[in-house]
């Protein structure tokens, strides 16, 4: 289990790093331009990425979901104790449905005309899964020793 957690580690930064860069390059003004809020036509070259991105994330949040229920189920400790600590794990799954309302809302980036209010929507999904993700993921190390 120690190795899928690292392995879940090392995929979440590989998914969500690369937006550092490529916000920074795609939506930032480029020599002799000028910053006008209604001309970020560079950011429109991420979309097809987001939409990626956002699948990608639904799959790992499946997998921080179910990662680790067979360790819990194997813990030697009454059955209200474990029923307790899997609902505690049992949160990620919420952290799943936001990502798939995060995935389904993507695609109105490219046919809407105002991309912030789509934007908002995928910011307000974004926080309800690192919310959900926080609260099972903090519980994962000590389970792993």
């Known amino acids: 289990m120690l190795y899928?957690?690292?392995?879940?580690?090392?995929?979440?930064?590989?998914?969500?790093?690369?937006?550092?860069?490529?916000?920074?390059?795609?939506?930032?003004?480029?020599v002799g331009k000028h910053w006008i809020a209604a001309d970020v036509g560079g950011c429109n070259k991420l979309l097809e990425w987001y939409?990626?991105?956002?699948?990608?994330?639904?799959?790992?949040?499946?997998?921080?979901?179910i990662l680790?229920?067979?360790?819990?189920?194997?813990?030697?400790?009454?059955?209200?104790?474990?029923?307790?600590?899997m609902m505690v794990f049992g949160t990620a799954i919420f952290a799943v449905l936001a990502a798939i309302a995060q995935l389904a809302n993507r695609p109105a980036?490219?046919?809407?005309?105002?991309?912030?209010?789509?934007s908002g929507l995928a910011i307000i999904f974004t926080c309800i899964e690192i919310t959900y993700q926080s609260l099972s993921a903090l519980c994962r190390p000590f389970l792993a020793s």
């Open 4 to 30: 899928g957690i690292y392995i879940g580690m090392l995929i979440t930064l590989l998914l969500y790093i690369p937006n550092v860069f490529l916000t920074a390059y795609f939506c930032a003004p480029h």
């Open 51 to 65: 939409v990626i991105q956002a699948a990608l994330i639904v799959a790992l949040d499946l997998y921080n979901f």
């Open 68 to 85: 680790p229920l067979p360790a819990v189920v194997r813990l030697q400790v009454p059955a209200r104790r474990r029923r307790g600590i």
């Open 109 to 118: 980036l490219w046919k809407s005309k105002d991309q912030t209010w789509h």
